[in-house]
C-alpha cells in the first residue's frame, strides 16, 4: 500500500469541486500526493483499498440525503475493508435545510462502519466557499495530509 491519498467528490453546482481543488492545494503543500476524481469517473469502490488516505466529498441532498452520482458507490462500500485506512468527509451544506451537511455525516459513518479511522468530524461549508472556506479548506487538506504521514512513521 501507498502512502497516497484519493479524494473522490460529488460536485453540482460547482461549491463542493471548489471546496476538492482547496483541500488538493493543502494536501500538495505537504509533500504528499493525492489522486482527485469525480465520483462520475470513478471506476469501482474497490478502488479505494489501494490508498492510505481516504477523502470523500459530497454535497447534501434534498432533506439529507447523498447526491443520486454517491448512492451506489456509497452501497458499494458495504464490499470494501478500509481498516489500517485514515479517512475523511467534505462537502457545500444549505442551512436552509433541516438537516446540515447530513452527506458528510453519512459517509462518515460509512468509513468508520468499514474499519477506517477518521480525524476529522467533517468539513462543511455553507453554499459558495467564501475566502476564508478557501484557508479552511486548504488546512484541512495540510492537517488530512500532515496526520497520514505521521500515522505512517508511527506504524
Request: some cysteine.
Amino acid at each position: 500500500m501507498t502512502n497516497k491519498i484519493i479524494m473522490i467528490y460529488a460536485s453540482m453546482s460547482g461549491n463542493t469541486e471548489e471546496m476538492a481543488t482547496a483541500i488538493e492545494t493543502g494536501v500538495k503543500e505537504t509533500g504528499a500526493e493525492i489522486d482527485v476524481i469525480d465520483i462520475n469517473d470513478c471506476p469501482n469502490v474497490q478502488v479505494l483499498e489501494e490508498y492510505a488516505g481516504i477523502l470523500l466529498g459530497a454535497y447534501t441532498w434534498g432533506d439529507g440525503e447523498l447526491p443520486y452520482e454517491f448512492e451506489d458507490f456509497y452501497d458499494g462500500m458495504d464490499d470494501v475493508d478500509l481498516t489500517s485506512k485514515i479517512a475523511a468527509s467534505f462537502g457545500s451544506c444549505d442551512s436552509f435545510y433541516p438537516k446540515y451537511g447530513a452527506a458528510v455525516d453519512l459517509l462518515n459513518e460509512k468509513l468508520q462502519e468499514r474499519g477506517a479511522r477518521l480525524i476529522h468530524d467533517g468539513l462543511k461549508v455553507e453554499l459558495t466557499p467564501e475566502d476564508e472556506d478557501v484557508e479552511a479548506c486548504k488546512e484541512f487538506g495540510r492537517t488530512f495530509a500532515s496526520e497520514l504521514l505521521f500515522s505512517k512513521q508511527e506504524g
